[in-house]
């Protein structure tokens, strides 16, 4: 049975996890975890944000790259996704959760994995955040990529990767970020004429670390978000002026947070308040990520010229 903080093995776990290695391919596996060469088209002139130190990861799905992520094994959670934006199409996919098996098992298959059900891999716990962190925690799992931003049901399938999320809060998640995501997806659906790249990302806490409730997972203190579209309609409507070909916004995730970054609307609904999101130029957002990080942070190549 499960425990919280821990994961309980079966007798019949070994007989198990052979199966899933070997339906996964594991052993024959093409190195998607450190190194972002085979998946450089989802960054603006082949060119990933500079400043971050972490785990490179080509998210792979159904013998496909969809999307590329930088992960921290510290904090069992990522710095950034970044993706190609498309139009949504069809319903959302149903929340199937799966894990990146190499950074558990370098050699395995770099297909993401859907969670078994049953005891799980110590090695895979150990790794990687899973679903027993999110169980009676005060987050809820908070893509980075997000379905809403892709077109077929394998890219939109593939956000539901836990190595794509971050605990964010409910407030956030369901409210003023959400609401980014719909004005980034009408935006860019609207007025960007070719390839838009989006890099979606996090600031920690600055003084110190805040886990969730088993001490596993790194809770950001803001989520941030970036586009950069080089060719787009220049008869932009007045409020949409200033952001082509690059926009950015930071959002909060503590409502308890200063306001110096972003200030808090007092007039939000009670259940939203605390949560607000900053929209900001590039160069903004990349003073704001230099101050938390102490090194230059660069998103785009460039300014995304």
Known sequence: MRQHGTVAMSPAAPLAL????FAAGWGLGVADVGDFAPCLRFFYRSWPPKGLSGTPICQRYVNQYRYATLYSRP????WFSAYLYEAPAGKRPSACWKFEPQLAYPAADGNMVRFPPG???????ESQEVDLDYIN???SRGHLNPSLHH????DRAATFSLTNVVPQKVGSNDGPWEKLEWTVNRTLSAYCLGDAYVVTGVIPYRTEEHWLKNHRVAVPEYLWSAYCCPRYNSSLPKELKGTFPTYAAIGRNDPNSTEEIVPVNKTAKSKFRGYDVR???LQTLEMYLKDRFNTVVTVFYQLCS
């Open 18 to 21: 052979s199966v899933l290695a």
């Open 75 to 78: 904090r069992r959670s990522p």
């Open 119 to 125: 005891p799980l891999d110590p090695k895979v716990v």
């Open 137 to 139: 925690s005060s987050y």
């Open 151 to 154: 077109t077929s049901h394998e």
């Open 279 to 281: 929209r900001m130029s």
